[in-house]
């Protein structure tokens, strides 16, 4: 169960950005991994944690992106 400070975690999220001349070849691809996504509004917001050598989280940084800009985004499980 998700608390409720909390984003959903995920393995790797993919974003994929739109094209600005609409050639496949060159569309922007990001990877996070072991990470958090949350979507709101009009953008997407994916969340890294930092973490020590014991597993607990220090901080976190939210990587803000405009859901116009992206054609497509990908999940997987952790």
């Known amino acids: 169960m998700m608390s409720a400070n909390r984003a959903p975690k995920f393995g ?3 974003l ?11 569309t922007t691809k990001l990877i996070f991994e072991d990470c958090g996504l949350m979507i709101t509004g009009d953008h997407i917001v994916v969340i890294i944690d930092e973490k ?3 597993n607990n989280t220090l901080t976190s940084t939210g990587n ?5 800009e992206l054609q ?3 999940t997987h499980a952790q």
Not at 16 to 26: G, R
Not at 64 to 68: A, E, H, P, S, Y
């Open 16 to 26: 994929l950005f739109k094209s600005t001349t609409n050639d496949p070849i060159n």
């Open 72 to 74: 497509a985004y990908k």
């Open 64 to 68: 803000v992106f405009n859901l116009r």
């Open 12 to 14: 790797k999220v993919e």
């Open 52 to 54: 020590d050598e014991m």
